[in-house]
Nanobody, 127 residues
C-alpha cells in the first residue's frame, strides 16, 4: 500500500497563492506518477495536474492550463502544486493521487485516475 499525506491547504484571498504538498510513504517503489484532482461543492472530481517520475513528464487538466504548476522532490517522494492568482472557482478539496508505471500510458490517452488517494486538503478562496 501507498500512503499519501497532503498539506498546505487553507484560506486565501482571491489573487493570492498557495503551495500544496503531498508526501508518499509505504510501497513507494511501485509509484511512478503523482498528481492532483479537485472537487468543488456540487461538482464532480476533476483532474488538475500529474507528474511522471520517470522523465518528469507533466499533464494538466483543461480547466487549469496555465495555472498551477506541478513539481517534485524525488528524494522526498513529494509532489507540489503551486497555485498563483487564485480565483473563487478554485475553491475545492484537493486530493493527491499516486499511480504505477501504467499511469503515464493511461494519461497520454486522457485517463488520469490514480491508484492511491490521500484524504484531501481544503482550499478556500475568498474575496
Amino acid at each position: 500500500q501507498v500512503q499519501l499525506v497532503e498539506s498546505g491547504g487553507g484560506l486565501v484571498q482571491a489573487g493570492g497563492s498557495l503551495r500544496l504538498s503531498c508526501a508518499a510513504s509505504g510501497r513507494t517503489f511501485s509509484v511512478d506518477a503523482m498528481g492532483w484532482f479537485r472537487q468543488a461543492p456540487g461538482k464532480e472530481r476533476e483532474f488538475v495536474a500529474g507528474l511522471v517520475w520517470t522523465g518528469g513528464r507533466t499533464f494538466y487538466g483543461d480547466s487549469v492550463k496555465g495555472q498551477p504548476t506541478i513539481s517534485r522532490d524525488g528524494a522526498k517522494k513529494t509532489v507540489y502544486l503551486q497555485m498563483n492568482s487564485l480565483k473563487l472557482e478554485d475553491t475545492a478539496v484537493y486530493f493527491c493521487g499516486a499511480g504505477g508505471p501504467s499511469w503515464n500510458r493511461r494519461a497520454a490517452n486522457g485517463r488520469f485516475e490514480f491508484d492511491y488517494w490521500g484524504q484531501g486538503t481544503q482550499v478556500t478562496v475568498s474575496l
